[in-house]
């Protein structure tokens, strides 16, 4: 920085003591239009947009007709919410959990020097690429009771087996988490074998030095130095949970009846398809809020702690 | 019996060779230090010998004992690493115990140990901190500590003191040496620093291209070094070599540099000394003696010419020409030499080198 | 085996193939990985049979008849609730969408990023902050003012509105790509250019692009694979003809018209993901450093 501040120092001695401010780095200033435009416009505004038309009686026009919390009351006594968050709940609080023990194992059993690590990656990874409506449909078609695994294990003699998530209302969000890990995994064992990678090899020689187990020094050396690198991960993860859209759409269109609804899926259906725009800004301002939820914590412990440094 | 005993190890990654047919008897108590540039296999060896690394071929024995198959921790040693290696999350009183609580010992004879070590290293006052918390230099202790408390017999050092600023690094190398000499335990030390090797070390083996070029006390290696190679790698400033040849004159032989012939009757030979048409003669800066205006006539001196001086504190080194050939010799500070100035020189002939061009060795 | 007169321990220590450690590491890891191909296999061997062969098997069973009747007709003539032209307009939509998309963002993130990393301004870190978190923002919190916005311009339904929309949401990630690898170029060579009289296009163009091209191709993976796989914007910014391949593929497969069509289903998912699926396996590493660049430094 000290260097920064002597070459404009340097140009301002030599407009004669005239610095202008404003014209300084003006080509970078204009180049920067479009980030400027997207940062205050897109993000700060919409936002607030959608916040403030929340607290009005905005159905298929907004208008700026208040009505104080009456939106987010009718929102918490409609059904289709309630089930919307719960399912959100259960999926995120489970693929969370697994995504993370899950992309850890992995991780730690690709970095055991083994042979073909990259076939083995490259196949883990590989449903990540997919969209997930893809992902969706396919899993939609393996979970399909009359031609998928249920009909196969029948077919081998088991008549009276039972594996038909999709169709029953009280396992239709563990069919899609099934399908979320699949895709998702793959990403989250990546990050973590990055981590891994990242660690000085002498700290695995001092630990077989010292006659310490791998498994144990996994655990007590190898995860509380990758704390940053789970918790960014657990972060990402979150916000991706949150906007679980698309994979219902494809996979269960929300049914069987409501019982797969998702918060994102409830916006879009009452902004686009039922016109009551006011209902979908306030579910989508509770979208907001539980995602600050999780990143006001994170960005504190994150960046709070590297300013220290 | 000796201590460490490294008997035809070799080392392949692949097709390259990294250690070849390696032989090394280390005795007990001794503190060996494995000199060599990056990539000379001196790390390999030791993480060899600590068991981080499998062999390829050979043996190894830690106190008579084949250890060739052994797990590290069941080698008898303590390993200390460059980059200190400690377990972050961990207090230092916390890296110092993880090793023997492992082991299943006894809660109280772990805190003996640990208590023993910090006080052994000063840094009892240390023991609730975290390795963030610690300056460079602390943290190389507790790394030391950390191979302390395992009571090991021999002591392994993979470059210790490299990160550590040039200050600090001498002052831990003062204290690693009263280490050894309070502990008396044996201790192998790589290192590509030849101050640290010179310092610290009863014997240096340096290496080059997995091989051992020569094995001896400091003192041998930096006055009869066995080849070239060695020559040029020990001292600094480094040592000069001349061209020219050996010839048999007078009954005795000279050294014909051009025009001019230094005696070599004073010399101390490895070898039985003998006529070679491509020789080196090797002399160290100070071993050059320079006469501005008459030399004293006791012994044969030469003409050179002063291309330029550079003051280095305590001394200057001053590079001239000789016979076409670039020579440097360290003067006293307070002498003066100007470009083009014409001197004279002489040897100091026990403590040059000749050797065989072809060969590259000490004669 | 601690008898010094003993030659056995010699060498490397002998480790049998078939040890505990690897038929545990080898076989966990076989089975993991059966586990993730079985959904790419089943769409496979679906999509080539023919639906009295899939009324009749099982979804494993590779086709006895291998047809390809499924694919053309996933291609060019399997209905949604509106058309029945198959596939092929929601590639050709797609690719439309993709190409103007995956240059506009780039070109203006990496301009972005290299602002942030060698010209700081004032305001700048703020901005480029809000950005990063703008990233974590639910789109649905803007989906409808940005309708609102692209109504007043003409733009909604339009392409090139979801062009526009694709180029901002991607700003966030591409910027922060651009803008962390720029900070590595040595900072010397940014000030002996300017010395020699470079301004900012100079140094852009001449000395960070054609340094960076590495992580312009990390940058097209992540874009290529981002938009075409998009489903949520493509179905809020366009209208039916203008549909994405995402967006056709539900309708096709979802459509509660007719009998269901596995195999040609199956057939069309797996045209979807082909595009992805190709850049994936052809990239390869730059892939995986795409995604680790894009969220570890996150």
């Not at chain 1, 990656?121 to 690429?129: E, G, K, V």
């Not at chain 2, 003062?174 to 620093?193: A, F, G, P, S």
């Not at chain 2, 670039?326 to 004279?344: I, N, T, Y």
């Not at chain 3, 366009?238 to 057939?267: C, R």
Request: charge should be neutral; aromatic fraction near 10%.
């Amino acid at each position: 920085m000290a260097e920064v501040t002597a070459v404009s120092s340097a140009s301002s001695a030599r407009t004669k003591g005239r610095p202008n401010p404003l014209t300084r780095n003006l080509t970078a200033k204009i180049a920067a239009i479009p980030m400027v435009l997207t940062a205050s416009v897109i993000f700060v505004g919409c936002t607030i947009w959608t916040v403030v038309y929340s607290f009005t009686s905005t159905r298929s026009i907004p208008r700026l007709k208040f009505v104080g919390f009456d939106q987010y009351e009718r929102l918490w006594s409609t059904n289709r919410w309630l089930i919307s968050i719960e399912n959100l709940a259960i999926y995120g609080i489970l693929s969370a959990i697994f995504s993370l023990v899950i992309g850890f194992v992995l991780a730690a059993l690709l970095d055991q020097k083994i042979r073909f690590e990259n076939t083995f990656r490259t196949i883990l990874l590989y449903p990540f690429a997919l969209s997930f409506i893809v992902t969706g449909l396919v899993w939609q078609w393996i979970l399909n009771p009359d031609f998928g695994i249920q009909k196969v294990v029948r077919d081998l003699g088991w008549e009276g087996f039972v594996f038909n998530p999709l169709n029953n209302a009280e396992t239709v969000i563990y069919g899609v988490l099934i399908a979320g890990l699949w895709q998702g995994t793959g990403l989250i064992m990546c990050l973590m074998l990055a981590g891994m990678r990242g660690i000085d090899e002498d700290i695995w020689n001092a630990a077989r030095i010292d006659g310490i187990p791998k498994w144990k020094t996994y655990v007590f050396v190898i995860i509380p130095m990758m704390r940053a690198v789970f918790i960014t991960t657990l972060v990402l993860i979150a916000s991706g949970i949150i906007k679980v859209y698309d994979l219902v759409v494809a996979q269960t269109s929300g049914g069987p009846g409501i019982a797969s609804e998702v918060p994102a899926k409830y916006v879009y259906d009452f902004m686009f398809g039922r016109t009551n725009l006011g209902q979908g800004f306030a579910a989508s301002t509770m979208m907001l809020l539980s995602v600050l939820i999780v990143l006001i914590p994170w960005a504190y412990l994150e960046f709070g702690g590297k300013r220290r440094d | 019996m000796s201590s460490v005993s490294v008997r035809d190890i070799s080392l392949n990654f692949g097709a390259i060779r990294v250690l070849q047919d390696l032989n090394l008897e280390v005795e007990e108590g001794e503190f060996l230090v494995l000199l060599g540039p990056s990539g000379c296999g001196k790390s390999t060896l030791l993480n060899c010998i600590a068991g981080l690394l499998d062999v390829s071929d050979g043996q190894i024995f830690i106190k008579g004992r084949n250890v060739t198959w052994q797990e590290p921790k069941d080698r008898g040693i303590g390993m200390v690493f460059q980059s200190y290696a400690l377990y972050p999350q961990m207090s230092v009183e916390g890296n110092l115990s993880f090793g023997l609580r492992n082991q299943g010992m006894a809660r109280d004879k772990v805190r003996e140990r640990v208590d023993r070590a910090a006080k052994m290293l000063q840094i009892e006052n240390l023991l609730a901190r975290k390795p963030a918390q610690l300056s460079g230099g602390q943290r190389q202790r507790v790394a030391i500590g950390r191979a302390l408390v395992r009571d090991a017999e021999v002591f392994l050092f993979d470059e210790p003191l490299s990160n550590l600023d040039a200050k600090l690094r001498s002052e831990l190398r003062v204290e690693i040496k009263r280490l050894h000499q309070k502990l008396t335990n044996t201790m192998i030390y790589v290192t590509h620093d030849q101050i640290e090797a010179l310092t610290l070390a009863d014997r240096i083996a340096v290496m080059k291209g997995g091989v051992i070029q020569q094995l001896d006390v400091p003192h041998t290696i930096y006055n009869r070094p066995r080849n070239l190679y060695v020559a040029g790698f020990i001292g600094s400033p480094s040592m000069n070599f001349l061209d020219g040849e050996i010839v048999a004159q007078d009954g005795g032989l000279v050294f014909r540099l051009g025009s001019h012939e230094v005696p070599l009757q004073d010399y101390v030979a490895d070898i039985d000394l003998r006529p070679a048409a491509n020789a080196v003669f090797g002399v160290r800066p100070e071993h050059v003696e320079v006469f501005q205006g008459d030399a004293d006539g006791s012994k044969p001196t030469f003409p050179a010419v002063v291309d330029l001086e550079e003051p280095m504190g305590a001394d200057s080194l001053v590079w001239m020409t000789l016979e076409g050939q670039q020579l440097s010799a360290r003067v006293e500070a307070s002498r003066r030499f100007r470009r083009g100035d014409e001197v004279r020189v002489a040897f100091n002939l026990p403590m040059t080198s000749v050797f065989d061009r072809q060969t590259e060795d000490r004669m | 085996m601690t008898d010094a007169a003993l030659d056995a321990p010699r060498g490397p220590k002998p480790r049998p193939a078939l040890s505990r450690r690897n038929v545990f590491l080898y076989g966990t890891l076989l089975v993991v990985s059966v586990y993730y191909l079985l959904p790419l296999y089943v769409m496979i061997v679906t999509s080539l049979k023919g639906m009295p062969e899939i009324r009749l098997g099982n979804i494993f069973s590779p086709p006895v008849e291998v047809t390809f009747e499924p694919w053309v007709k996933a291609w060019s003539s399997a209905c949604t609730g509106l058309n029945c032209d198959g596939l092929s307009r929601g590639f050709w939509n797609s690719v439309r969408i993709l190409v103007p998309s995956v240059v506009m963002s780039i070109a203006i993130a990496s301009v972005n990023g290299y602002a942030l990393a060698n010209w700081r301004f004032r305001g700048a870190d703020l901005f480029f902050t809000i950005l990063i978190f703008g990233a974590f923002i639910p789109y649905q919190v803007m989906i409808y003012p940005i309708v609102i916005l692209l109504r007043e311009v003409g733009l909604y339904t339009d392409l090139f509105g979801l062009v526009i929309v694709h180029t901002i949401f991607g700003m966030p990630i591409l910027t922060l790509l651009f803008r962390n690898y720029f900070t590595t170029v040595p900072e010397d060579l940014f000030k002996a250019a300017r010395v020699d009289g470079a301004g900012f296009w100079g140094i852009y163009f001449r000395i960070m692009l054609p340094m960076s091209l590495p992580i312009f191709v990390v940058a097209i993976i992540l874009q290529v694979t981002g938009i075409w796989n998009d489903f949520l914007f493509g179905v809020v910014y366009t209208k039916p003809e203008n549909y994405p391949m995402t967006v056709q593929l539900n309708n096709i497969v979802n459509s509660v018209q007719g009998v269901k069509e596995y195999n040609v289903n199956m057939a069309a998912t797996l045209l979807t993901g082909l595009v992805p699926l190709v850049i994936y396996f052809v990239s390869g590493k730059l892939f995986v450093r795409g995604i680790a660049a894009g969220a570890v430094k996150g």
